[in-house]
T-cell receptor, first 116, second 114 residues
Framework: AQSVTQLDSQVPVFEEAPVELRCNYSSSVSVYLFWYVQYPNQGLQLLLKYLSGSTLVKGINGFEAEFNKSQTSFHLRKPSVHISDTAEYFCAVSVAGGTSYGKLTFGQGTILTVHP | DTAVSQTPKYLVTQMGNDKSIKCEQNLGHDTMYWYKQDSKKFLKIMFSYNNKELIINETVPNRFSPKSPDKAHLNLHINSLELGDSAVYFC?????????????FGPGTRLTVL
């Protein structure tokens, strides 16, 4: 079975500061990795995903994430945040292969609050 | 032209009632999911259908029954509602059975059981 741990439940940061949201996963098989964002009272929207190849993945809204297989991590970063980035961020994995049918296992979420 | 839509957006009901939540996607996808997000924002998959066939059925009480009349729709019926069923229910869809395809989520249905 897979599991995902988001190490920070809340991350407050000032506008234009850099931010890193941490995600670690556990799996005995290869996985695909995803970051989703949930704005208040909305559904989830994909920010980026890692499937294979380059370990640095760029997504929408200036976010990027780096896959580190040895540390089983997939941390999300943004060099300069905006007020509009205030939201909850979810890290998720799906098994690469087998019969999981793309089932996503989510972390507990990290609330990013950007202060002016 | 919402991609994944859910109705209703809010649902308030009494314990013991039966209710349904509907989901429709216009993306031409053939795999759909139901997720439950509890009060602590933890998201957990409940069911998945591919071309009207049930392919994922997590450990969910029998009171929850999904129904897919066609591949664009996946409804969730809940019998004998309990307080613990209060949550936000998200529908999602994606193309095919591949593990890497992006799932597109609906706006959620907030169910409150009194």
């Amino acid at each position: 079975a897979q599991s995902v741990t988001q190490l920070d439940s809340q991350v407050p940061v000032f506008e234009e500061a850099p931010v890193e949201l941490r995600c670690n996963y556990s799996s005995s098989v290869s996985v695909y990795l995803f970051w989703y964002v949930q704005y208040p009272n909305q559904g989830l929207q994909l920010l980026l995903k890692y499937l294979s190849g380059s370990t640095l993945v760029k997504g929408i809204n200036g976010f990027e994430a780096e896959f580190n297989k040895s540390q089983t991590s997939f941390h999300l970063r943004k060099p300069s945040v905006h007020i509009s980035d205030t939201a909850e961020y979810f890290c998720a994995v799906s098994v690469a292969g087998g019969t999981s049918y793309g089932k996503l296992t989510f972390g507990q979420g990290t609330i990013l609050t950007v202060h002016p | 032209d919402t991609a994944v839509s859910q109705t209703p957006k809010y649902l308030v009901t009494q314990m013991g009632n039966d209710k349904s939540i509907k989901c429709e996607q216009n993306l031409g996808h053939d795999t759909m999911y139901w997720y439950k997000q509890d009060s602590k924002k933890f998201l957990k998959i409940m069911f998945s259908y591919n071309n009207k066939e049930l392919i994922i059925n997590e450990t969910v009480p029998n009171r929850f029954s999904p129904k897919s009349p066609d591949k664009a729709h996946l409804n969730l019926h809940i019998n004998s509602l309990e307080l613990g069923d209060s949550a936000v229910y998200f529908c999602a869809s994606k193309s095919g059975r591949g593990m890497s395809d992006t799932q597109y989520f609906g706006p959620g249905t907030r169910l409150t059981v009194l």
